[in-house]
Every structure is written in C-alpha cells, then in structure tokens.
C-alpha cells in the first residue's frame, strides 16, 4: 500500500488533468456572497415583502434565482449503476507493449496518466446501500494524450447476457418491480428470477452474482474486469484479442450476508466512506492492470467462443500479464460535479485499441452516449470538466444545450477553403484513429451463433473451483433469494437450472426451500429465439468442459499477509490498562491498521493512570459490522464495566458470528466469558491455532499484537458457520 507521503510532495497530486480542472474550480474561502450574474447580495436571510409581515414580492429576483437554480438541481439517475463513488487517480504502464499496441499511454512506462474511477453497484437507486447483495461497477476514464479511454467494467467478467438488445428485459427484471416499486436494490424478487429461470444463457454470471463476490469488504478489495474482448493493434497494423482485469493489491475479500444487511441499516454509506477514508488518510488504494493476451489465429483455439460474454478466458489456459499499476491518490472536490457528471462509454479509444464482434460490446457502444443525452441533458457532455479530455478539442460539431466553447471563425464544415480546410483529419502517421480493417464476409442476419450455446459448462467450473465456504454462501445465497419468490413455478424452474450445474447446489437449496429436486430436468429452452424460430435450433448445449478447476476464480487463494486499512475496534472503558492499550494500538497501526476505541460513552475515557484517551465512538454510534477485528484490553474497572455492556457483549457476538479476529488480554477473560463463544476459545495460541481459529489471550500484549496481526490478515474464520448455531 502506497502511502501519500511517499508519491506526494503536496497535497493535490499535480498532472494534466487537475490543471485541465483547475480553471473550473471555485474556492468562496474569503469571498464575498454575489448572485449569477456577479451583484453582491447584501441579505440571503430575507425575501423582499409588502412590510415586514407582509407577502413576498414577485419583484424579489435575488429570491427567484437562488429559488429556481434549486427547484432544477437534480438531473435524472443513471437508469443502471445509479449507486456511486469516484476518486482521482494515476495509471503507470511497468515497460512499453509495441509488440501489442501502439496506445501511447501503454508504451511510455515514465508516463503518469491521470485517472478518474467510478465504483457503483447496479440495481440501486442513488441513495440506495452499498451492501446490496449485487455487481459492482468498476469503470476508469485515462486522460491520455491521445483523447480518453474508458474500460468500463464490473468485480465480475462475465455478464448475464448475450446479446445487447436483452439488456432492458434484464434490467426490467431486476429493478424493483412496476407496480409497487418493491423492493429497492436487490434481485430476491419475483421479476428477476422468472427472467433468469427463461435464461440460460445467465447459469454462469448467476454463479458469480450469488459469490461472495457480490459482497465486497471495500471497493478497494475487488477485482476488475473488462468483461468482452476487446482487441489490441500494434504500430504495424498486427491485432491480437485482449481481456482486461484489474488485481487490487490489498487482495480480494468479501463481508458475510448477515453482516452485509445490517451494514445497510447502520452504514448505508460503507463503502463510500471506506474509500473516501482510506484516501484521506492517504492509504491510496492500487490495483495492477493485468492482460489476457490471444493472437490472432488463436480465436477459434478455445471450447468458447471469445465474443461471447458469458464465457471468461480461465487463468490456466491463458495467464494475466500484469502491465501497470493505478493509485487512487485524490478524492473528489464535488461529487455532483465530478462523480455525478462523469460519463463513462466504451467507445472512447485510443489508436491501439479496438472493439471485437461481441454483440453486447456492439450494442453498448451505442447505449452510453445516448444515455447521456437524457441524464446529462445534451450532446455539450463531453465539455464538463469531468468528462473534458486533456487534450484540445478542435472538430466542426457546434452548439445545442449549454454550449461552452467559443469556436472562433466561419468555417464549421469540411471542406472548407474559408478557414483554409482546418481542422484537417489527422493521417494514421499523426495519430488519426483507423478501425481495425477486420475482414467481414457474411449475411444479414438476426441470429445467435451455435458456439454460444454451451451456457452451464463454465457455471460448472466456477461452482467447482470454489472452496467449502464459499460453496455455502452460494447455497445460502440462493436459498435466500429464492426463499424471496413467491411463485412456486420461478423456484420449480431455477431448482431445475441449478441441477444441471451441480446436484449438490441443486440439493442444499432445494432442502432450504423444502422443495424436490427436478429428477433428470431437461435442458432450458432458450426463450430468446425469434417468433418464428425453432425452438430446438435454439436448446442450450451440455458440453463438458476440459477443465473442471481454476484457482483463480475462488477468493480463498488471496494474499493473506496484510492488515493495512483495517479498522479494528477496541472496547474499553475508564480504568483500562493504558501499557496494555497502547501496547496493542502502536502495533496494530504500525501495520497500517486503524484503531478506533469504543467505549460506554463518547469522548474520553480515563486510564489506569488517569490519562485522557481520545473515543472514536460510543456502543450507540458503533457497530461491530463496522469493523473487521475486535480487542479488549485489560484494567480491573474497564473490563468490569464492558461485561456489565450489554451492547458490548453483542458486540463481540456478532464479532464472533461474523467470523472475525477477537483478541482479549488475559485479565479481560470475563468478558468473553459473557460471550457465546466462551466454549469455542481454544487452549493454546500456537501460530497454527491461531490461523485456525482467529481467537488471541494472553497476558503479554507484545505477544497479542504479533498472534493478533496474524489473525486479522486471515480476514475471516469461515469454519465458524458450520456450527449454525449462533445468537445475534
Ligand atoms: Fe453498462 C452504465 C458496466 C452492459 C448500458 N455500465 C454502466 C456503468 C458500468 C457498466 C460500470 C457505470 C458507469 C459509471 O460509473 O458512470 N455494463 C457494464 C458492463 C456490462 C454492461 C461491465 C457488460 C459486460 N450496459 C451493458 C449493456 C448496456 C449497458 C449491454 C446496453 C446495451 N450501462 C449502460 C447505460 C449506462 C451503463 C444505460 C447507465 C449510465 C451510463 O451508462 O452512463 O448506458
């Protein structure tokens, strides 16, 4: 984890794109109040009456404006990924790709390309929770010097549709259903599994979608991906295909289900204000880009078709190169202005990358302008700061809504000899973009391509490349949402979908939901076949795929070496043993950790020796959800009042349940004593049992930093939840 005080030397990291920003920014530290058009406001407290008590004046156009710039201020949501958060950023390539292509961006590794990232979930609206059980968006805009390029991607690669014209069916289908607007934010309902249950083209993303995947720790602990195929072209017009994904440095985690719904009553914002946080603070989050690289005539190698987006590339069949690094070093000044406006398409590229025949990359690249000219209100888009490119922008298009460049002489057609042909079109030689000249020969057809009928072999593979735990959730996960379905009919159907991806999947939920399992269910029909289609043309296939594991796609394989950025709560109060305490803290933060301590009341507790020390939160404003590990330090009076803490001692129940590190000076044993978990703390704390088990006592606290450190790296205890008898 880089650290702010190393990259920077002031506090806004200087690059082309927050000088391309600067002139766009207002700072009133200083200044006096002026309405629009720059007359000084001499009273914002009172409307211009008829007398004092008097009716107010139409006359009153201080009052009208302000008034009228309001009532306008919201524009509409973004029909899909509405929930957001954005930050700035640098991108660094390691050394030049020539060979793959001619981008500039990636060929200069001395370059520092500024970035804009927006994270979001998709269902939600905009004030809708960040822990819903959902895809995650994960889309960079890099300012090159070659105009903007968007990799407008999700934490998962691969999507629940093949075609771009069902886009709107899905969406229909999971957002909150028609008539009473139910429910906000998530897929366990009626509409979204009928859809998918018709659709089996959706087995695989439904796998992931239903992962722990859906429910990340951070935003800053999720993997990304371009999802399609996309195409690199070198300087000597050679092409390859390329996959794009993005490995966070601090690993890939998620929260339990339980913890994720509670989260969103107390924290709606949770993953917001972890970044917004870890920022600040300068603990900037880094992922590496990582490319898939096939050549040419390698495209019809694979069991898949690489145009279809429901299929990923497995790391064992072509392995991720990782090519650059990007750095979230700078939170936004204006979320309106900045995250709000920001307008991502996949159809901003540079020389050097191109699209592939994808049909939902095809039908994307329509779908993201237009959808701007909605939300943002006109074609001028491009021109707010956010979007602007670090470059000039010199073309014949003019005018329309909220014009703001003043294009200077009479020529705004090409040819022209009034302004001597200029702007003139820019050979390949200067950097003019030129399509891959792909060879295309083929009939006019709506149809979908045989190779994209295998729908359940990859569902397989991922389902079987998963460890124990994460099997479980799935399971869990399904059984909820489906638990949620009222029509029998939808769970009949899904039950049938799940038993040809694995029985034993099919068999946990089925028991969940006290429902048969379909004995020999015969494969879905695809119901996306045209009115006059066959629908045997149209039946899924069962391919057996050659691999049956790929490590990469489980999250148990993550480093575990790290607890940078995690918050670890301390409970304590007055009397606490300051040596113990601080002891623990120093150690934890030397790590990178944040220690935030939580006692009965707010402010300060009073030590042993009678020193202040500063409280983060009362038991009112924290929650263990909040947190990804708990202590209690020792201290006769401290540890008598945390036991006699209901809320405390819930606390650590939930702590427990949510299969996180605990650690308790031995003094402070009685608390735990008061816990659930009394029976389940084990007798030695061996480093071996400590990994196991993620519990720490002893009575030395140089000890307990160093067992305790170890515990916090493993993230969670996941064993726990096999017991499934636990209170909270
Ligand atoms: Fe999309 C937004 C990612 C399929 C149409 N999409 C949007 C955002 C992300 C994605 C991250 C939010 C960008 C932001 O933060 O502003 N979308 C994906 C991925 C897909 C995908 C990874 C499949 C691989 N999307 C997809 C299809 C269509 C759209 C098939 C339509 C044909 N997506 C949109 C949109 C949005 C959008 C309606 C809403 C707001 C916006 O574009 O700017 O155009």
Redesign the pocket.
């Known amino acids: 984890m880089a650290k702010k005080k190393d990259i920077l030397v002031q506090e806004q990291p200087a690059n082309d794109k927050t000088e391309n920003l600067a002139p766009h920014t207002a700072d009133a530290t200083g200044e006096l109040m002026n309405t629009n058009t720059g007359l000084r406001i001499n009273d914002d407290q009172n409307s211009l009456k008829a007398g004092e008590r008097g009716a107010t004046l139409l006359e009153d156009f201080i009052f009208r404006e302000k008034m009228t710039h309001f009532d306008h201020e919201r524009i509409p949501e973004?029909?899909?990924?509405a929930r957001?958060s954005g930050a700035h950023g640098v991108f660094k390539v390691y050394k030049p790709l020539a060979e793959l292509t001619k981008a500039g961006f990636l060929n200069d590794p001395s370059l520092e390309t500024p970035v804009f990232v927006?994270f979001?979930t998709v269902a939600g609206s905009r004030g809708s929770s960040d822990l819903a059980r959902d895809v995650r968006?994960?889309?960079v805009k890099f300012y090159t010097q070659e105009g903007n390029f968007d990799l407008?991607?999700?934490n998962m690669p691969v999507?629940f549709i093949q075609d771009?014209i069902k886009?709107p069916d899905l969406i229909h289908a999971v957002k909150p259903e028609p008539d009473n607007e139910i429910p906000q934010a998530a897929s366990a309902h009626d509409t979204f599994w009928d859809f998918i249950s018709l659709m089996p083209e959706s087995a695989h993303m439904v796998m992931w979608a239903m992962s722990d995947r859906a429910l990340p720790r951070s935003y800053r602990m999720m993997e990304g991906f371009g999802?399609?195929t996309f195409r690199f072209v070198n300087a000597e017009g050679v092409s390859s295909f390329v996959k794009f994904h993005w490995k966070p440095l601090l690993g890939v985690h998620s929260v339990a289900w339980d913890e994720a719904q509670k989260i969103s009553g107390k924290d709606p914002d949770f993953h917001r204000r972890d970044l917004w946080d870890a920022i600040e603070s300068g603990n900037f989050p880094e992922w590496e880009l990582g490319v898939q690289i096939v050549p040419e005539e390698d495209e019809f190698k694979f069991e898949f078709d690489l145009l279809d987006?429901t299929k990923l590339i497995p790391e064992e069949l072509v392995p991720v190169q990782r090519i650059g690094k990007m750095t979230l070093n700078r939170n936004p000044d204006n979320f309106f202005a900045e995250t709000e406006q920001?307008?991502?398409h996949l159809g901003h590229v540079v020389p050097g990358i191109d699209f592939s025949n994808d049909p939902?990359l095809q039908?994307?690249l329509f779908?993201?302008t237009d959808?701007?000219l909605s939300?943002l209100g006109g074609p001028n888009f491009q021109e707010i700061p956010i979007n602007r490119p670090i470059v000039p922008v010199f073309n014949n298009q003019r005018d329309g809504h909220m014009r703001q460049t003043i294009n200077k002489g009479k020529a705004s057609y090409g040819p022209n000899k009034i302004g001597d042909n200029f702007p003139q079109q820019a050979k390949a030689s200067e950097g003019g973009f030129t399509s891959y000249p792909e060879r295309i020969d083929a009939r006019k057809v709506r149809a979908r391509s045989k190779s994209f009928f295998d729908h359940f072999s990859q569902a397989k593979l991922f389902f079987n490349s998963q460890s124990d735990p994460e099997k479980d959730h799935i399971v869990d996960a399904l059984s909820f949402e489906l638990g949620k379905v009222k029509e029998a009919a939808i769970r009949e159907r899904m039950l049938g979908i799940l038993s040809l991806i694995d029985q034993n999947l099919a068999a946990g939920v089925a028991f969940a939901l006290r429902m048969p399992v379909p004995q020999d269910p015969e494969l879905p029909v695809n119901h996306s076949i045209p009115a006059d289609g066959d629908p045997a043309d149209y039946d899924s296939l069962m391919v057996e795929g050659s691999l049956s594991k790929s490590a990469a796609l489980s999250m148990a394989g993550t480093p575990k070496d790290s607890i940078a950025t995690r918050k670890i709560a301390f409970l304590a109060a007055d009397g606490v043993d300051e040596k113990s305490l601080m002891t623990v803290k120093d150690a934890l933060e030397s790590q990178g950790a944040v220690v935030e301590i939580i006692a009965p009341r707010q402010s300060y507790i009073l030590s042993d020796g009678d020193t202040q020390i500063p409280v983060q939160h009362s038991f009112l404003t924290a929650a263990s959800v909040l947190f990804d590990a708990v202590y209690v330090p020792g201290g006769t009076n401290s540890v008598a009042s945390v036991e006699a803490d209901a809320d405390a001692i819930h606390f650590l129940n939930e702590a427990f349940r949510h299969c996180k590190a605990v650690a308790a000076d031995a003094s402070a044993i009685q608390v735990l004593e008061a816990t659930y978990f009394v029976k389940k703390i084990p007798t030695d704390f061996s480093d071996e049992t400590v990994v196991k088990e993620g519990i720490v006592v002893t009575d030395d606290p140089g000890e307990l930093a160093d067992k305790f450190v170890l515990a916090i790296s493993q993230h969670r205890f996941w064993d726990r939840e096999k017991a499934r008898k636990v209170p909270s």
């Open positions: 973004r029909i899909v990924h957001g927006r979001s968006g994960f889309a407008v991607g999700n999507f771009a886009f999802v399609h987006p920001v307008a991502f939902l039908g994307r779908s993201y959808t701007q939300r």
